[in-house]
């Protein structure tokens, strides 16, 4: 085996993501590739959650059903894995968790181990050692990690997680010569950095200068609020709580007009209320950056789980026309990417823009080159107003120059009432016609500014699969060794352009995969481009695609 | 720049309606205080209050209905240096945007929060405001009012508002006065402004407010339990500053730690962005 999937489960409060955590550090830093997600139900405590860590010495990106190790970490642990356990899966842990499975069964008393060290709270510990023992990570690695994750709590604690840690490695050692795991090591991989899709966009907001965040906690969008928080004082980042997604739109609306560059993230049913001050911003002309993160609806659906079930959200929510951008990152590096872009073209275009992640992105984790920084820049596009600027100066681009109160001679004057040129309320028929089309001009000028669709795999494709967002991995994954067929991933998916039907047009099948009951990107491709997508492989049961599914519904569909 | 720099603009309010007082009473108070308009920044809401912006020669923000206070919180902090009032009717301030009335309190930027209470809705014709008395007839409510009116006043007071205040615009001498306090005050400061609407409100009339309100004489403002209960008298309405706290820290200090640097100055130090991503890795 050389390329593993390593299933950990238990109850929410065992620990598993610390587990999950500290793992894949010592993996990552001995030199193996690793990626890893997590599912979870919406409680604090119990239920039966898991995470699933892959391991290899190639690059790997994707979910797969496939479970090579299976780790229960209590009662009832593998209830909900039963179809994906196998003859061939090795099922590791105490007697009384493994007894009822399927499987390659194999004792290891963690919890023996953890209280020969000193204390039962050791098996987490215990169970990371073996896992490293078993796939050959490096046991100073290992010992430096578990030192770091206790650091805090005293020497003692320190030695005897790392004894835990060091018998379960023994053990998974001595396991790994028994069957044939051999993960090559690549120095290389050391050197790559390790963190999940929600502290890519955090990183990417910094570098995209956002120096003001106003939300309000909703599952899955959270994990951005709480990085920039922890990076708040760090870099002068103003970070507010607000009372509720009413507030935190509009003051972060209220930010971008003093010259600030503001970001709210949410969840769909935190942006539907926001879409009152996403008009406001249509109509005023501010800029905004807004981070989805998706998870089935509708209403509160599975607070937990992952879906891309909020494109038409995003992109009808408001009233009236005005333009504005979505980009739909398909990995790590591109939510890095195209949240810092996000912000210069909120600014350029003084348009809302959107990030659009999900449950599935934000959540899962791999290691990859470190970001390159040598071609970010922030772009500001403020001016100094003279004594006679005026707000919405008539354009040929649509794009009038953007003051800010207080900088320059003039006064910045915005009006969510139709307005004229200095922003006074106005209701003159011609000058209502006049200002749509100077917002929409500028929804025609934006397009200087796409990102492109990649298309990746068999240029000479017969069949084309069409997909936007988190999909990106895991259909890439799927179709590594299929000939005649290649994927054209979207990661800007509006505006987009109507040539994009020359992909359509060489194709004998064109097939949309969504993570949504209806398939929403493929009927906006169908309106923008009068090309209809029949063939659509649809999800929306609150969990990602697998690779070995897609594979199976793209040989069924071809 | 002259804060008169609009007023040739038509103004869209009803002759003899009080907006026109609270308007001439902000622009003595601007003017006599010498503000440089340039750095005055005017919030409102939507309603006919709200239009108080189009009419003075300062930085405008003319949002939407209820959310002026949010809007107002941001720009003070995002830019400390600019003076910035929050300005529109009681239903849009204590209806639409009671949520954020309660929490901007809470927070306590340093902004002026100036309330017309006419009692009523003016712009939607005439419907009853959070504030409109029990028993108050409109077309909406047939059978007169049914509910207890909102409070302001008290409710500020009870959290702690770090100013709170009301006044009639049948006096705009006083008006003025109280609204220069409240500028001068650092942090949050309500000025509840009682104002006829001469076409929708038959009841709260000009005459209607000089009967039933009263100035607070030897009023002791730091004395929060006495402005409370002075607060809740209905019989007759007291006028004047209700309660002083000078001991809190702003929404702005607090979030900026001091700094006053206007945001739009703000650079990146990638330097230190560089060590984060780093960080990810080990
Ligand atoms: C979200 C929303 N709901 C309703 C309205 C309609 N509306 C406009 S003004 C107003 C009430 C204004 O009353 P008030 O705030 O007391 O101001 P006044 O006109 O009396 O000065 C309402 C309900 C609106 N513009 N937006
Ligand atoms: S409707 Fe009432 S509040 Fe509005 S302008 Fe007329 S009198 Fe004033």
């Known amino acids: 085996m050389k390329d593993i999937s390593i299933v950990l489960s238990g109850e929410a409060g065992q620990g598993i993501q610390t587990v999950e955590y500290i793992l894949t550090r010592v993996l990552k830093n001995s030199g193996l590739h690793v990626f890893a997600t997590k599912e979870y139900m919406s409680r604090v405590r119990g239920g039966n959650n898991t995470t699933e860590i892959r391991v290899s010495s190639k690059r790997v990106r994707s979910f797969v059903e496939r479970i090579d190790v299976l780790v229960p970490l209590g009662k009832n642990a593998t209830e909900r894995l039963k179809e994906r356990i196998t003859e061939k899966t090795l099922v590791v842990g105490e007697r009384q968790f493994i007894e009822e499975t399927n499987g390659e069964k194999i004792v290891v008393p963690f919890l023996e181990i953890a209280k020969q060290a000193g204390n039962r709270l050791y098996v987490n510990s215990a169970a990371i050692g073996f896992l490293s023992g078993l796939l050959g990570a490096d046991k100073n690695v290992l010992e430096n990690q578990i030192k770091k994750q206790f650091e805090e709590k005293g020497e003692k604690i320190v030695k005897e997680n790392i004894q835990a840690a060091l018998e379960g490695y023994k053990r998974g050692q001595e396991l790994s010569q028994r069957i044939d795991i051999i993960v090559e090591k690549n120095p290389d991989v050391r050197e790559e950095i390790l963190l999940n899709g929600a502290e890519a966009v955090g990183i990417g907001a910094i570098a995209g200068g956002c120096n003001f965040v106003s939300s309000y906690p909703m599952s899955p969008s959270t994990s951005v609020l709480v990085f920039l928080a922890q990076h708040k004082n760090n870099f002068g980042i103003v970070v507010e709580q607000a009372e509720d997604e009413i507030a935190a739109m509009n003051m972060v609306i209220g930010s971008w007009y003093a010259g600030a560059r503001g970001l709210v993230t949410t969840s769909g049913g935190g942006f539907a209320l926001m879409e009152e001050a996403l008009s406001l911003a249509g109509m005023i002309e501010s800029p905004v950056v807004i981070h989805l993160a998706q998870r089935p609806g509708p209403a509160t659906g599975l607070p937990t789980r992952t879906e891309q079930g909020d494109l038409n959200l995003v992109l009808y929510a408001g009233h009236g026309d005005f333009p504005r951008i979505i980009y739909t990152p398909g990995n790590i590096e591109e939510a890095f990417y195209l949240t810092q872009r996000a912000f210069n073209m909120a600014d350029k275009y003084q348009v809302p823009v959107f990030v659009l992640t999900d449950q599935y992105l934000v959540d899962s984790f791999y290691n990859l080159p470190e970001f390159d920084l040598s071609g970010v820049k922030i772009e500001k596009h403020i001016v100094k107003t003279s004594k006679n600027y005026v707000r919405y100066a008539i354009t040929e681009d649509g794009i009038s120059p953007r003051g800010v109160p207080g900088y320059g001679e003039g006064l910045v004057r915005v009006d969510s009432d139709e307005h004229d040129e200095f922003g006074h309320i106005t209701e003159d028929f011609d000058t209502r016609a006049r200002m749509v089309e100077k917002r929409l001009r500028k929804g025609e000028t934006i397009k200087k500014d796409i990102v492109d669709p990649k298309l990746i795999g068999d240029e000479d494709y017969r069949t084309l699969l069409i997909a936007w967002g988190s999909t990106l991995e895991v259909v890439k994954e799927a179709i590594e060794e299929m000939e005649g067929v290649a994927l054209l991933h979207f990661s800007q998916v509006w505006p987009i352009n109507e040539s994009i039907k020359r992909y359509f047009e060489r194709a004998e099948r064109v097939v949309a995969i969504e993570g949504n009951a209806t398939g929403q990107f493929a009927n906006l491709i169908q309106q923008i481009t009068g090309f209809r997508i029949k063939d659509r492989i649809l999800k929306y049961n609150g969990l990602q695609f697998s690779v070995e599914e897609l594979r199976k519904k793209i040989s069924e569909v071809i | ?282």
Request: net charge positive; proline share 5%; aromatic share 10%.
């Open chain 2, 1 to 282: 720049m002259k804060l008169t720099d609009y007023i040739n603009q038509e103004i869209a309010w009803c002759p003899g309606c009080g907006n026109f007082g609270i308007r001439t009473a902000l622009m003595k108070t601007l003017e006599e205080m010498n503000v440089d308009p340039r750095n005055v920044v005017i919030v409102s809401g939507i309603g006919q209050a709200a239009k108080m912006p189009q009419y003075i020669g300062v930085n405008m923000f003319n949002g939407l209905h209820g959310r002026a206070l949010p809007v107002a919180t941001a720009i003070k902090t995002a830019n400390p240096n600019l003076l910035v009032i929050a300005e529109s009717g009681d239903g849009c301030m204590y209806g639409e945007g009671g949520n954020h009335f309660i929490h901007t309190i809470r927070r306590n930027p340093d902004i002026v929060n100036i309330v017309h209470n006419n009692q009523i809705y003016g712009l939607t014709k005439g419907q009853a405001s959070p504030t409109s008395l029990k028993g108050f007839k409109t077309p909406v409510q047939v059978d007169g009012v049914i509910l207890e009116p909102f409070n302001p006043l008290a409710v500020a007071i009870a959290l702690d508002a770090s100013f709170v205040a009301r006044t009639f615009i049948g006096d705009i001498e006083f008006t003025k006065e109280i609204l220069k306090e409240a500028i001068k005050h650092k942090g949050y400061a309500l000025v509840d402004i009682f104002q006829p609407c001469v076409t929708f409100n038959k009841l709260n009339t000009y005459e209607w407010y000089k009967e039933n309100t009263y100035y607070l004489k030897n009023h002791d403002p730091t004395d929060r339990e006495l402005a409370f209960k002075r607060a809740t008298e209905t019989e007759k309405f007291p006028l004047g500053i209700f309660y002083i706290n000078k001991n809190k820290e702003t929404f702005e200090e607090a979030a900026r730690k001091g700094n006053r640097t206007p945001l739009y100055e703000y650079e990146v130090d990638f330097n230190k962005l560089k060590k984060v991503i780093e960080s990810k890795r080990s």
